[in-house]
């Protein structure tokens, strides 16, 4: 079944939820949207111009947050029982859509899509494009096979290291899964991934709207937001989300 859109969803304590919002619509170059759900737990950033949204946030009443995708589709109950037919497992359902747990744990939604078509522009040389799933080594080679599986239109490829997996949309959508193995068993986790013409002036950009860098790799930097949530600045194409050319 077709993905028509995905949105990154940015999962933060709900205690530091203002200071989240604050920093990723200031990096995206978005307003917030008006509180949605029971607790005003959800909310959209919503971009300028033409453009549609394809990042939303929302404050977890347990653990430290992380990421996970929205995949808007047509016809969310046939996406549903596709994904269980993959291996997937509906974690809570809801009067139009569903939450589900991939085999490793990992959370994605399924939503109805409404019409959204226009990526947003690259904002000063970077743009949020990605979903890293941080996977144990025992349960990784059933996880790639998992999301090649769930996204039948995209291209499931490996990546530039040997324990990174791609998981890449069709030209024109918004945000690619990247899987990642890791070096030792420990629960699964997500992070957002930003690509980067310029790290470096990208890292002092956030850390002047308050994140902190946590660790600088040669071709990525690990960064805490100001709710202390992690994500990574990574040498690629914001345009094209390939990797940059590297010396």
Same mark, same amino acid.
């Given at each position: 079944?077709?993905?028509?859109?995905?949105?990154?969803?940015?999962?933060?304590?709900?205690?530091?939820?203002?200071?989240?919002?604050?920093?990723?619509?200031?990096?995206?170059?978005?307003?917030?949207?008006?509180?949605?759900?029971?607790?005003?737990?959800?909310?959209?950033? /919503? *971009?300028?111009?033409?453009? =549609? $949204?394809? &990042?939303?946030?929302? +404050?977890?009443?347990?653990?430290?947050?992380?990421?996970?995708?929205?995949?808007?589709?047509?016809?969310?109950?046939?996406?549903?029982?596709?994904?269980?037919?993959?291996?997937?497992?509906?974690?809570?359902?809801?009067?139009?859509?569903?939450?589900?747990?991939?085999?490793?744990?990992?959370?994605?939604?399924?939503?109805?899509?409404?019409?959204?078509?226009?990526?947003?522009?690259?904002?000063?040389?970077?743009?949020?494009?990605?979903?890293?799933?941080? /996977? *144990?080594?025992?349960?990784? =080679? $059933?996880? &790639?096979?998992?999301? +090649?599986?769930?996204?039948?239109?995209?291209?499931?490829?490996?990546?530039?290291?040997?324990?990174?997996?791609?998981?890449?949309?069709?030209?024109?959508?918004?945000?690619?899964?990247?899987?990642?193995?890791?070096?030792?068993?420990?629960?699964?986790?997500?992070?957002?991934?930003?690509?980067?013409?310029?790290?470096?002036?990208?890292?002092?950009?956030?850390?002047?709207?308050?994140?902190?860098?946590?660790?600088?790799?040669?071709?990525?930097?690990?960064?805490?937001?100001?709710?202390?949530?992690?994500?990574?600045?990574?040498?690629?194409?914001?345009?094209?989300?390939?990797?940059?050319?590297?010396?």
């Amino acid at each position: 079944m077709s993905i028509r859109w995905t949105y990154a969803f940015i999962d933060r304590p709900a205690q530091g939820l203002d200071r989240a919002q604050e920093f990723w619509t200031a990096v995206t170059d978005t307003r917030l949207s008006e509180p949605r759900g029971e607790q005003g737990e959800f909310a959209t950033l /919503v *971009p300028t111009g033409r453009a =549609d $949204a394809c &990042v939303k946030i929302q +404050g977890v009443a347990e653990g430290a947050g992380g990421a996970h995708l929205d995949f808007a589709v047509d016809d969310v109950a046939g996406f549903v029982e596709s994904a269980m037919g993959c291996g997937a497992a509906v974690a809570a359902g809801h009067e139009g859509w569903a939450v589900l747990r991939s085999p490793a744990g990992q959370l994605f939604c399924a939503v109805a899509w409404h019409g959204e078509s226009v990526r947003p522009p690259v904002v000063r040389g970077s743009r949020l494009d990605q979903v890293c799933v941080d /996977v *144990p080594p025992s349960a990784y =080679d $059933a996880e &790639v096979a998992f999301w +090649g599986a769930l996204l039948p239109d995209w291209q499931s490829r490996p990546g530039s290291l040997p324990e990174f997996h791609v998981v890449e949309p069709p030209p024109g959508q918004p945000v690619r899964v990247l899987l990642q193995r890791l070096d030792e068993e420990r629960p699964l986790t997500a992070h957002l991934d930003l690509a980067c013409a310029d790290i470096a002036a990208t890292a002092a950009e956030h850390e002047r709207l308050g994140a902190k860098p946590a660790f600088r790799g040669r071709h990525w930097t690990v960064m805490r937001d100001p709710a202390g949530g992690t994500y990574c600045l990574t040498g690629r194409d914001p345009e094209t989300g390939g990797l940059a050319a590297r010396p």
